[in-house]
């Protein structure tokens, strides 16, 4: 499970890093192309919530796999939460040197909040699986 995670890890790190020096008319391309389909599914939204909401869902994935990496290797809460945190910063402070890109203090806290979430929801869903385990172990017993 370590290795998956740890591929799924480095993928969606890969996957920040393009997009965040994809240029502008390729973001404008992307972003417009997924209003579009979720407008034909039936969610209409601004191209500027697309392009908000997409930190947050992206570092929320980031925040999912990371998490679940580093509990499976022993990292405490803390670490995965520097590690996500210190990754935002990297990747918004990269857009100070890009030429069509700038720096989003509301882009970097929805970052920080969407690998937050994640992390608490992993923190919750391996807390109540633990449980069920525990307590079937000792009906068992």
């Known amino acids: 499970m370590k290795k998956i ?33 979720l407008d034909r599914l039936g969610f209409h939204m601004s191209f500027h919530t697309i392009r908000s909401n997409a930190h947050f869902v992206l570092y929320f994935i980031l925040g999912l796999i990371l998490s679940m990496y580093g509990l499976q290797v022993g990292w405490n809460r803390k670490i995965i939460l520097l590690t996500g945190i210190i990754f935002g ?32 929801i992993v923190i919750f869903l391996s807390r109540n699986h633990n449980k069920d385990r525990n307590s079937k172990e000792t ?3």
């Open 5 to 37: 995670l740890r591929i799924l890890l480095v993928c969606i790190i890969i996957g920040i890093l393009l997009l965040t020096f994809q240029n502008a008319e390729g973001t404008v391309r992307l972003s417009e192309g997924l209003r579009l389909w």
């Open 89 to 120: 910063m990297f990747d918004e402070g990269i857009k100070v040197f890009l030429p069509t890109r700038e720096f989003d203090i509301l882009d970097l806290l929805r970052d920080w909040i969407g690998v937050g979430f994640a992390l608490v």
């Open 139 to 141: 009906d068992v017993v």
